[in-house]
């Protein structure tokens, strides 16, 4: 659904081509779970692509364990990272997934309905 050429085109470096298919198949079958396998080539549109793009990036990030930061100071300028982690008030992985496809697709794509 989506090229290794046509993520460097929107815009996106993060994954290096080696591994990119492992995780544009991932985000491929994530928004096929949330679209009820509706998702079809032909009914891609652009920003359905931005949002596979950025959920592949978020599970390279998760997979590579690449930390988010979790505190920043402007003076003197330091940053604090950190992983989820139980009790933690951070976003579970499924809900940055969730966050992405209400954002980059539609809600008639998301709507189940009958």
Do not use: W
Not at 12 to 33: D, N, S, W
Not at 103 to 112: A, G, N, S, V
């Amino acid at each position: 659904m989506i090229s290794y050429t046509d993520y460097k085109i929107f815009g996106y470096t993060l994954i290096p081509k080696p591994e990119f298919r492992r995780h544009i198949m991932r985000a491929v079958q994530t928004a096929q779970r949330f679209t009820f396998d509706r998702l079809s080539p032909e009914n891609l549109t652009e920003a359905n692509k931005f949002g596979l793009c950025e959920l592949a990036e978020l599970f390279y990030k998760e997979v590579n364990n690449l930390k988010p930061v979790i505190s920043a100071t402007n003076d003197r300028y330091s940053e604090t990272y950190g992983l989820r982690s139980l009790g933690s008030t951070m976003p579970t992985i499924d809900e940055d997934a969730y966050s992405i496809m209400l954002t980059y697709f539609t809600r008639e794509q998301l709507y189940r309905g009958v």
